[in-house]
């Protein structure tokens, strides 16, 4: 709709999006870390010294970066499916055979 009446208007929206998108995507994160924190002291003082808790929150930080790593290569694998089940509704759609050489990749 912004772009039917100026490209700087779709522009602005779009910036602003980002940028409250990338904010809030902050916040979260810092957040996230001072509660961790707040959170280990809280619990863990007997048996865990302040200065080590650094350390617990790099593992906590690569966890999170093995889920990230394995929910991309699940949506890719999930989407690789919807592609080729598409294609199949449309073939059959068409009354085109699934599995002619024609139409195989």
């Known amino acids: 709709s912004a772009a039917r009446r ?14 409250f998108s990338s904010v809030l995507d902050i916040t979260s994160f810092v ?11 809280a619990t863990f003082t ?4 302040a ?3 650094p ?9 999170a970066s093995f889920v990230a790593l394995f929910m991309q290569l699940g949506g890719g694998i999930y989407t ?8 199949f509704v449309g073939k059959v759609a068409q009354g085109i055979p ?3 050489r024609a139409t195989k990749r």
């Open 98 to 100: 699934k599995t002619t």
């Open 31 to 41: 957040a996230g870390v001072i509660i961790l924190c707040v959170f280990i002291h």
């Open 80 to 87: 690789k499916a919807a592609d080729v089940g598409a294609d």
């Open 51 to 53: 200065t080590e808790i």
């Open 55 to 63: 350390m617990l929150m790099a593992g906590y930080g690569f966890g």
């Open 6 to 19: 100026s490209y700087g208007e779709a522009l602005l929206i779009c910036f602003r999006g980002g940028a």
């Open 46 to 49: 007997p048996v865990v010294s």
